[in-house]
C-alpha cells in the first residue's frame, strides 16, 4: 500500500467537500463579488475580463478560506516561493510534516457555443521537477516528498464583458453599478492525474494539459483514469523524448498518445480512455 495512502484519501474527501461549500463566500447570489480595483483616493476602476487577471484575482480571493481549512483539518498552509513555483499551495500536516500535499489552482471557463466544456487548464510541468524527482529547481519541495499532488478548480461563465469599460472610474458608492464580469461558478478538486489529458496544456511549452469536458473533470474521468497514476507518469516523463511508431504510417517519431504509449508497453488497448481528452477542434487552454 502506497505510504500516506489513509491520509491522502482523507486529505482529498476533506479538499472535496470544501469546494463543494465554497461558491457561496465569493459569489453571492451567483455573480462574483469582485467588481474592481480601489486606489487610495477611493477611486473603483472596474474589473478586467483578462482570463490572467481574474485567475490572480480570484487566487486572492480565495487564500483566506484555504488558510482556514487547512488550520480546521490539521495543516499549515505554505504559498509557493516564487511565481514560477509549483505548487500554489503546500498542505502540510501538523502531527507528521512528513505528509505534504501539493494543490494547485486552477482557473478557466466555460465554452460559449459549447458549455458542458470548459477551455481547460494546465497541471504543471512534466519538465525537470516533474523527471527528477529530488529536484528543487521551480518547486517548493522535491516531487517526491509529496503525497498527492491535487487540482482544486474554478470553472465559470463570463458575462457582461462587452458592458466594461476599463476607462471608467467609479466613486465607492457606485459600486453596485459596476457589472459582475462572472457568474455560475462551480468548484472542484480531484487528483491531477485523474483529469489530464495526453496533450500539451499550451503550446511549446512542457505543460500538461487537462481534459475539457465538465463532467468528465468532475468525475476524474482524464485520458488515464483506466490506466492509473502509474503509466500517467511514465507516459509524461517520456513524452516526446520516446521514439515509437506511428500508427497510421507505422514510421518512428516522437511520443505524442498515449495510444502509441500502449502499443509501444505492449499494453491493452483498452487502458485507453481517449473521449476524455479535449474537445475536437480545441486545444486551448488556461493556466
Known amino acids: ?27 453571492k447570489g451567483g455573480e462574483w463579488d469582485i467588481r474592481g480595483f480601489i486606489d487610495i ?21 480565495l487564500f483566506p478560506f ?29 502531527e507528521n510534516p512528513d505528509i505534504k500535499f501539493a494543490v494547485d489552482l486552477k482557473t478557466t471557463y466555460r465554452l ?13 510541468s512534466h519538465g525537470v521537477y516533474f523527471l527528477e524527482r529530488n529536484s528543487t529547481k521551480n518547486i517548493q519541495y522535491p516531487y517526491s516528498a509529496y503525497s498527492g499532488h491535487f ?52 503550446g511549446n511549452t512542457a505543460n500538461i494539459g487537462s481534459i475539457q469536458k465538465i463532467s468528465d473533470i468532475l468525475s476524474g474521468n482524464g485520458v488515464f483514469a483506466k490506466a492509473g497514476e502509474e503509466h500517467f507518469d511514465d507516459y509524461w516523463c517520456n513524452y516526446e523524448r520516446m521514439t515509437v511508431k506511428d500508427l497510421r504510417t507505422g514510421m518512428p517519431k516522437p511520443l505524442t498518445s498515449f495510444a502509441e504509449y500502449l502499443e509501444f508497453r505492449g499494453l491493452d488497448s483498452q487502458l485507453n480512455n481517449p473521449k476524455a481528452s479535449v474537445r475536437k477542434g480545441g486545444n486551448s487552454h488556461e493556466r
Open 112 to 124: 460559449p457555443d459549447a458549455p458542458d466544456f470548459c477551455n481547460g487548464f494546465t497541471l504543471g
Open 151 to 202: 487540482c482544486f478548480g474554478i470553472i465559470y461563465s463570463r458575462i457582461n464583458t462587452h458592458e466594461i469599460d476599463e476607462t471608467k472610474r467609479y466613486t465607492i458608492e457606485e459600486i453596485d453599478q459596476i457589472p459582475a464580469i462572472l457568474n455560475d461558478f462551480l468548484f472542484f478538486a480531484e487528483e491531477k492525474w485523474k483529469i489530464a489529458s495526453d496533450k500539451r496544456g499550451s
Open 1 to 27: 500500500m502506497e505510504k500516506y495512502t489513509i491520509a491522502k484519501i482523507d486529505f482529498l474527501n476533506a479538499l472535496k467537500s470544501f469546494s463543494s461549500s465554497i461558491s457561496e463566500q465569493i459569489a
Open 66 to 94: 484555504f488558510l482556514r481549512f487547512a488550520q480546521q483539518i490539521g495543516y499549515t498552509l505554505e504559498l509557493a516561493k516564487h511565481q514560477n513555483y509549483y505548487p500554489d499551495l503546500t498542505f502540510i500536516s501538523v
Open 41 to 61: 483616493f477611493k477611486n473603483v476602476y472596474p474589473m478586467s475580463a483578462d482570463t490572467k487577471i481574474v485567475s490572480k484575482v480570484l487566487e486572492l480571493h
